[in-house]
């Protein structure tokens, strides 16, 4: 599966943005998908996680009940609504897919990694 996110862009703190990200291949309900996102100077975190139907997600403790990850299979793409942007969600946002849903030490892992798009919120 090849994934390429989309929608970043530069927003005031406190508004909101959609990234998106699409996957061309085929089966795309057989992966699960998720978000991570990388600030300057920082590690890798993930940000949230969606199974394979949409109907299991999981989100880090910085974004809960301000982001959003849903799944559309009939267009082959993964959102990442994000509301109430803070300036420290400023980052390099990735989307990522693998057959298992997958945790240990502290995060997801995932085989396959798409191109990030930049979020930049400025206060």
């Known amino acids: 599966v090849q994934l390429q996110a989309s929608g970043g862009g530069l927003v005031q703190a406190g508004g909101s943005l959609t990234l998106s990200c699409a996957a061309s291949?085929?089966?795309?309900?057989?992966?699960?998908l998720g978000w991570f996102r990388q600030a300057p100077g920082k590690e890798r975190e993930y940000v949230a996680v969606?199974?394979?139907?949409?109907?299991?997600?999981y989100y880090a403790d910085s974004v809960r009940g301000r982001f959003t990850i849903s799944r559309d299979n009939a267009k082959n793409t993964v959102y990442l609504q994000m509301n109430s942007l803070m300036v420290e969600d400023t980052a390099i946002y990735s989307c990522?897919?693998?057959?298992?849903?997958?945790?240990?030490?502290?995060?997801?892992?995932?085989?396959?990694w798409g191109q990030g798009t930049q979020v930049t919120v400025s206060s």
């Open positions: 990522a897919a693998d057959k298992e849903l997958t945790y240990y030490g502290g995060t997801y892992h995932f085989g396959y």
């Open positions: 291949g085929r089966f795309f309900e057989s992966y699960v």
């Open positions: 969606i199974n394979w139907t949409g109907s299991r997600t």
